[in-house]
């Protein structure tokens, strides 16, 4: 393997799945379908666990102009190789017309870092291929194996109680929790601070990049309680996971997924070792 990835879900509505797109001169608005989403690339219809990448795809061959599988997304590191890309950039291709991403429209409401655009300028394919800037967000490519994965079972049960005071059934079910281990990683690829200049270029990223950290998705998930993350063991993987995690209830990456580096070598400079913890999304 070459390495793992993380994603967390995430969700649109009407306020935040526009784009606008020009293809063949011919601008358009159009809307990504509301729901919950992950970056799986499993083509997933299922609610909650919408593939976003179907759907952007789905999205773009609704313009008058783009016919019908004229786009093709994947992401570098799970369908796409090119030792020059970080893993987690996205690739756009066309068929038959170029297209630009325009994030200035006012109806262009959807996050161009979802799409791993940084800023709002026109983006635009180039003889068909259009690669993001860095990395999209909702997802941390830690470029490297994962080096332990602890889950374990615990069980649970209830004993809800009828107005008459009896057992009324006795349930019980388990539930699923794992730690994930991930080792020496350099500091573009940890903390949000340090994605700049050497660093980037370390984690094969030349441009400032809001999501390549994972502090960056951390924090996302930190901030919005009901979202939930899959981890993939193999980074090639798109199956979907058997189970999908929230952070644990004490887990210090809530309200602080950095407490201090694990290594500071003078060699090779300040590393970081994470470890990402979780209990079954219910």
């Known amino acids: 393997m070459a390495g793992c990835r993380f994603l967390s879900s995430f969700t649109l509505d009407s306020t935040n799945n526009g784009i606008r797109v020009d293809a063949n001169e011919n601008a358009e608005s159009l809307t990504v379908t509301a729901g919950t989403y992950y970056w799986s690339l499993d083509d997933s219809v299922t609610a909650g666990a919408l593939d976003f990448g179907k759907a952007l795809e789905d999205a773009l061959e609704t313009h008058t102009d783009i016919a019908a599988s004229d786009v093709t997304i994947t992401i570098y590191g799970v369908d796409a190789t090119d030792a020059t890309m970080a893993d987690g950039r996205v690739k756009y291709v066309t068929v038959g017309n170029e297209i630009t991403f325009d994030f200035t429209n006012d109806n262009a409401t959807l996050d161009p870092r979802i799409l791993g655009f940084i800023g709002t300028d026109d983006k635009s394919t180039s003889s068909g291929t259009l690669n993001s800037d860095g990395v999209h967000r909702y997802g941390w490519y830690p470029q490297i194996e994962a080096s332990d994965?602890?889950?374990?079972?615990?069980?649970?049960?209830?004993?809800?109680?009828?107005?008459?005071?009896?057992?009324?059934?006795?349930?019980?079910?388990?539930?699923?929790?794992?730690?994930?281990?991930?080792?020496?990683?350099?500091?573009?690829?940890?903390?949000?601070?340090?994605?700049?200049?050497?660093?980037?270029?370390?984690?094969?990223?030349?441009?400032?990049?809001?999501?390549?950290?994972?502090?960056?998705?951390?924090?996302?998930?930190?901030?919005?309680?009901?979202?939930?993350?899959?981890?993939?063991?193999?980074?090639?993987?798109?199956?979907?996971?058997?189970?999908?995690?929230?952070?644990?209830?004490?887990?210090?990456?809530?309200?602080?997924?950095?407490?201090?580096?694990?290594?500071?070598?003078?060699?090779?400079?300040?590393?970081?070792?994470?470890?990402?913890?979780?209990?079954?999304?219910?």
């Open 149 to 282: 994965v602890i889950s374990d079972r615990r069980s649970r049960g209830s004993a809800p109680y009828t107005s008459g005071g009896y057992v009324d059934p006795l349930f019980w079910g388990v539930d699923r929790m794992v730690i994930v281990g991930v080792p020496a990683r350099p500091p573009a690829l940890i903390r949000e601070d340090a994605v700049v200049g050497d660093a980037a270029t370390a984690v094969l990223t030349t441009t400032l990049d809001p999501n390549i950290a994972f502090e960056s998705w951390a924090i996302d998930l930190a901030n919005d309680v009901t979202m939930d993350w899959r981890f993939y063991e193999d980074i090639t993987d798109t199956a979907d996971p058997a189970v999908e995690y929230r952070f644990a209830a004490n887990s210090p990456l809530w309200t602080r997924p950095l407490s201090g580096t694990t290594t500071i070598s003078h060699e090779a400079g300040e590393m970081w070792t994470v470890m990402v913890d979780g209990q079954e999304a219910r």
